[in-house]
């Protein structure tokens, strides 16, 4: 026996125990890769229901803010109607301030029917 048939059999050797070991290292890899993947099947089933729950929730929370934007649209065109009625009462009020023929015929007029309707309830009473 050479000094080369003595390294190629240690190298003969030394490779079957590599092949060994990659096999078993293999096994051990597969195994470790079915636990995550029986893991993120798990965690994948775990947060369907989450998320059902959460589109359901996100639903819920559309019909709410479509509901108060609604109401806050009544709200803002009873605001608005108050203050055309508002201003409406002040441009009247500055007509009644102003100075207008017609005043005193409505003064007038309106002292006639208070006049009028004390004498009716007068003439009831005898």
Same mark, same amino acid.
């Given at each position: 026996?050479?000094?080369?048939?003595?390294?190629?059999?240690?190298?003969?050797?030394? =490779?079957?125990?590599?092949?060994?070991?990659?096999?078993?290292? /293999? &096994? #051990? @890899?597969?195994?470790? *890769?079915?636990?995550?993947? !029986?893991?993120?099947?798990?965690?994948?089933?775990?947060?369907?229901?989450?998320?059902?729950?959460?589109?359901?929730?996100?639903?819920?929370?559309?019909?709410?803010?479509?509901? =108060?934007?609604?109401?806050?649209?009544?709200?803002?065109?009873? /605001? &608005? #109607? @108050?203050?055309?009625? *508002?201003?409406?009462?002040? !441009?009247?009020?500055?007509?009644?301030?102003?100075?207008?023929?017609?005043?005193?015929?409505?003064?007038?007029?309106?002292?006639?029917?208070?006049?009028?309707?004390?004498?009716?309830?007068?003439?009831?009473?005898?």
């Amino acid at each position: 026996m050479t000094l080369i048939d003595v390294l190629l059999i240690i190298l003969i050797i030394s =490779a079957s125990a590599l092949c060994i070991y990659s096999i078993f290292f /293999i &096994k #051990k @890899l597969l195994k470790e *890769v079915e636990t995550v993947r !029986s893991d993120v099947h798990d965690f994948i089933n775990k947060a369907n229901p989450v998320l059902d729950n959460l589109a359901d929730v996100t639903q819920k929370a559309n019909k709410i803010v479509s509901e =108060a934007e609604n109401y806050w649209d009544e709200i803002d065109s009873s /605001i &608005k #109607k @108050l203050k055309e009625k *508002v201003s409406d009462l002040t !441009s009247l009020r500055m007509f009644r301030d102003a100075d207008n023929p017609t005043s005193d015929l409505i003064r007038n007029i309106k002292a006639l029917i208070k006049g009028a309707s004390a004498f009716w309830h007068a003439f009831k009473r005898y």
